[in-house]
């Protein structure tokens, strides 16, 4: 089992930049895959960015490229995501989720999530 734990969400004005955290416990070793996805009022989930066990591997939805950085610490268990010139569209609570490949960017692809942490962006 996993357990993952999002951080760092917040108010911010459209513009601003902000960075996630998604910490990681248990047998992290098996999912080398991480993934963060959000998801807005009425609206299904969404891929956002994914990183493979290096950190070597990355991959993101078009909506974020350019402004969004997926990393992660292995020694500290820890995947980031920097989100840069934030937009209002980027509203959303943004989840981290573990998975087997940072191929797959489908939710049912990945096995354990965490709580979500609240993004809103005001324009």
């Known amino acids: 089992q996993v357990q993952l734990r999002e951080s760092g969400g917040g108010l911010v004005q459209a513009g601003d930049s902000l960075r996630l955290s998604c910490a990681a416990s248990?047998?992290?070793?098996?999912?080398?895959?991480t993934g963060w996805f959000r998801q807005a009022p009425g609206k299904a989930r969404e891929f956002v960015a994914v990183?493979?066990?290096?950190?070597?591997?990355?991959n993101y939805a078009d909506s974020v490229k350019g402004r969004f950085t997926i990393s992660r610490d292995n020694a500290k268990n820890t995947v980031y995501l920097q989100m840069n010139s934030l937009k209002p569209e980027d509203t959303a609570v943004y989840y981290c989720?573990?998975?087997?490949?940072?191929?797959?960017?489908?939710?049912?692809?990945?096995?354990?999530w965490g709580q979500g942490t609240q993004v809103t962006v005001s324009s």
């Open positions: 248990g047998r992290t070793f098996a999912y080398p895959a």
């Open positions: 990183v493979g066990r290096s950190g070597s591997s990355t």
């Open positions: 989720a573990a998975g087997l490949s940072s191929t797959r960017i489908d939710t049912n692809s990945y096995n354990y």
